[in-house]
């Protein structure tokens, strides 16, 4: 399973989410010399996602016939 995907507010590149964290990154573009550069979006926390809906409503009254578990 892959992570989620989002643009890093920085480079806006699609970037991996992982534990709610944009992966590190390089900046777009060739690199000049050796030196490895990590995109300063890397590790930046992410924006959290739009909520889960609910399964059900929990003010509804249960459906007729259905019994409590416990």
């Given at each position: 399973?892959?992570?989620?995907?989002?643009?890093?507010?920085?480079?806006?590149?699609?970037?991996?989410?992982?534990g709610g964290r944009y992966a590190r990154h390089d900046?777009?573009?060739?690199?000049?010399?050796?030196?490895?550069?990590?995109?300063?979006?890397?590790?930046?926390t992410a924006p959290m996602m739009a909520p889960a809906s609910m399964l059900f409503d929990p003010e509804e009254p249960p459906m007729p016939g259905q019994q409590p578990l416990f």
């Open positions: 399973m892959s992570a989620p995907r989002r643009r890093c507010p920085v480079c806006t590149r699609e970037i991996a989410v992982v900046p777009p573009g060739r690199r000049t010399g050796i030196e490895l550069i990590s995109c300063p979006g890397s590790r930046r």
